[in-house]
């Protein structure tokens, strides 16, 4: 895997503990940026919200999307991912 970062996006603190419990034990070298929603997520990709006002985020290696998030989906997000010139 590249040294991109990893984008986890989940709204359940649970969740994200074993997740990022999963990560440290593979010992990934990579950054995980933590998504608490599907805005956020989008936020991130596409440099808007609390990360717009500089340069656009790098591209993350891979994307780990929730189902069911508040605000929008993990489908919702994976149909903005595909239609966004960004991003494919």
Known sequence: MNNNPILLAEDNPDDQELALRAFAKSNLSNEIIVAKDG???LDYLFGSGKYAGGELPV???VALLDLKMPRKDGLEVLQEIRAHKRTR
């Open 39 to 41: 805005v956020e997520a």
């Open 59 to 61: 591209l993350p290696a």
